[in-house]
């Protein structure tokens, strides 16, 4: 478990073992044996990138249905048919989900709650980073990264656990896995005072662009570890999976100058992973990896924590985020689903 494992979380942050992880070692290959007959996989973002080559991936283990969650169905839709080529037998459907709206991810967990039996496999992949300050227009009014990266991600993660949950007691736990990203691996927090946790993060004259998705990504992490604390691994395994640098998604499209755009093409030409190998890594932290990675960060292995997770002042953060959190959701009952 990452909780165990403080004394490589500063060599993990740096950049050298980073660049090696990606250069040298491969993704390995699934088990063999490994299948997904009679169940339900749900990956958010599934339209482009990641989260497409995800579906994919978990396609070819051969499950009864996959949920495709996206905020715009006509993309989602073209994306589907093109899996619906490939794989003539599957089942593929294809949601709405918005991100930066809770009352998006209400309805689509209350559409998960009517129309599905069970969801054995969610992956959270939907996730985007900002080089403008700008809040969304609902609840709390937060920064976008924030909102869609932390705040909707924790909302629908409590909302899914219902249906995550096993239906009799023979039945294997459910997975959820909450896409990470290595961005957040070296960062520390700011103590805000007397202030709310999550309010300080809403400050423009803060606001550094991509560290703000570093910042996001390690909020979740702290959330899932968290969240490990309070359920069952008997019933839901609960992990952060990171696909590391990854060339050939869209993940970059809010750069609109052509020199750092040419900047980050290149330098993803040389340490980014295929879509194809990375999205791989999903299935690793969701389908191989067991009950000793609940509240951990993996991708084909447990890795430790952003290192700030392990002092002090990191845990008291994870105390105070989880407890914000839960009164920032509470319009949602999430405690119920804990
Ligand atoms: N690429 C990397 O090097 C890398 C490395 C580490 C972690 N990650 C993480 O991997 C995940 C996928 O990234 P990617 O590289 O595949 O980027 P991408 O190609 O831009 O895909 C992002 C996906 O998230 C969706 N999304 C963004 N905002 C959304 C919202 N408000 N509501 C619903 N869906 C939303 C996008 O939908 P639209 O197409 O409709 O916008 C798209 O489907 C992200 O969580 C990212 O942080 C990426």
């Known amino acids: 478990m990452s909780s165990k494992l403080k004394q490589q979380a500063s060599y993990e942050a740096t950049f050298a073992h980073n ?3 990606q250069t040298l070692s491969r993704v390995p290959a699934i088990p063999a044996g490994i299948e997904l007959a009679g169940k339900t996989v749900l990956v958010t973002g599934a339209n482009v990138g990641l989260g497409f080559e995800a579906v994919r991936n978990f396609l070819r283990l051969r499950p ?21 080529r490939e794989f003539l037998d599957a089942r593929i459907e294809v949601w709405e989900l918005d991100m930066e709206s809770f009352r998006s991810v209400q309805a689509f967990a209350a559409r ?18 900002k080089l ?20 909707t991600t924790a909302l ?15 039945s294997e736990p459910g997975r959820l896995s909450i896409v990470n990203s290595g961005a957040s691996l070296g960062l520390s927090l700011e103590d805000p005072g007397d202030g709310r946790f999550l309010d300080s993060f809403d400050r423009a004259e803060k606001f ?12 979740i992490m702290m959330f899932v570890a968290k969240l490990a604390q309070t359920i069952n691994p008997k ?10 640098a990854t060339k050939g998604t869209e993940f970059f499209r809010s750069v609109n100058s052509w020199i750092m755009s040419i900047a980050l093409r290149s330098f993803m030409g040389i340490i980014g992973r295929r879509t194809a190998d990375a999205s791989r890594i999903y299935l690793h932290s969701s389908l191989v990896l067991g009950e000793e990675s609940h509240g951990s960060w993996t991708d084909w292995i447990i890795r430790a924590w952003p ?16 407890d914000e959190t839960l009164e920032e959701l509470k319009f949602a009952r999430v405690e119920e689903k804990l």
């Open 156 to 170: 629908l993660s409590f909302l899914l656990l219902p249906k995550l949950r096993p239906t009799t007691s023979s």
């Open 208 to 219: 550094n662009g991509f560290g703000q998705y570093g910042l996001s990504k390690l909020l």
């Open 64 to 84: 009864s249905l996959v949920i495709m969650g996206v905020r715009s169905v006509n993309k989602g839709e073209a994306a589907a048919a093109a899996l619906r």
């Open 132 to 151: 403008k300050f700008e809040r969304v227009d609902e609840g709390g009014c937060h920064e976008v990264t924030i909102q869609v990266n932390y705040l």
């Open 235 to 244: 019933e839901v395994i609960v992990n952060c999976t990171d696909p590391g």
């Open 112 to 129: 998960a709650e009517r129309e599905l039996d069970r969801v054995h496999v969610a992956v959270l992949n939907a996730g985007l980073g």
């Open 19 to 21: 660049f090696w992880k």
């Open 307 to 322: 290192k700030t997770m392990y002092t002090d002042q990191g845990h008291h953060m994870g105390e105070r985020l989880w």
